[in-house]
């Protein structure tokens, strides 16, 4: 038989659910305006003034994607300074070399190569941007920080703007390195087809001359010299 217990505790009263006051809509918030001033279109002005940004960073954009590379280590610099110098001494004069200039793709904002070898006319008209159709040589610096980019994908693009001649300089060991002394420095040559094809591969150590698009001799030790 069950049994009723009496407590000392006084009988709980229900208590009435407590309202909370209802908020009121808010307005939509409209969206954060784009940095650029056409969304997804970089204009050269707004390239211009992204690169000029003391934090040391390289803006690119390729295929609409904006990259962000590191400033580059003061190898990387050496190598790409001493190149740049032995490309303007045996260039004929109506070729300079340059470092670090923004280069064109399809007529709009597109990569910063380490070293590009270009008419020199339409400097001395007051370009300020290289157009694909003025560049000779351009040259990659491979870095730990754009490996893909200066292997791949930056190739690519020059391929497809009709660039001739490409070369890749790899300052860190890389796979299928083998035996070859570091710096090794890669020049390829546009196909009929469009395409980029091995030429030479040079290692430290060991020369090569070339004559196209001009006499050089590519050696890897001289650049690295320090």
């Excluded at 001033?37 to 040391?56: A, H, K, Q």
């Excluded at 300074?81 to 007529?107: H, Q, V």
């Excluded at 980019?149 to 299928?176: C, L, N, S, T």
């Amino acid at each position: 038989m069950a049994m009723l217990v009496q407590t000392s505790e006084a009988p709980m009263k229900a208590k009435k659910p407590v309202q909370k006051p209802r908020k009121k809509p808010q307005a939509p918030v409209a969206p954060a305006a784009s940095f650029w001033e056409t969304p997804g279109e970089l204009s050269v002005d707004e390239w211009f003034e992204l690169n000029s940004r003391d934090d040391g960073g390289r803006y690119e954009l390729i295929d609409g994607s904006l990259t962000v590379s590191p400033a580059p280590p003061a190898q990387h610099q050496w190598i790409g300074d001493r190149l740049r110098r032995f490309l303007e001494d045996a260039a004929p004069e109506e070729l300079m070399a340059i470092t670090a200039t923004g280069l064109l793709l399809d007529s709009r904002p597109g990569v910063i190569p380490d070293v590009m070898v270009v008419e020199r006319q339409p400097i001395r008209n007051g370009a300020q941007l290289i157009d694909p159709e003025w560049v000779h040589i351009v040259v990659e610096i491979v870095s730990r920080s754009t490996t893909a980019m200066d292997r791949i994908i930056k190739p690519a693009k020059y391929a497809q703007a009709g660039i001739p001649h490409f070369w890749r300089v790899e300052m860190k060991p890389f796979r299928g390195q083998g035996s070859d002394e570091l710096p090794v420095i890669f020049t390829y040559v546009l196909d009929e087809n469009g395409e980029y094809q091995l030429i030479h591969r040079v290692a430290t150590g060991a020369t090569v001359d070339l004559t196209e698009p001009f006499k050089f001799r590519v050696d890897p030790e001289a650049l690295s010299r320090i």
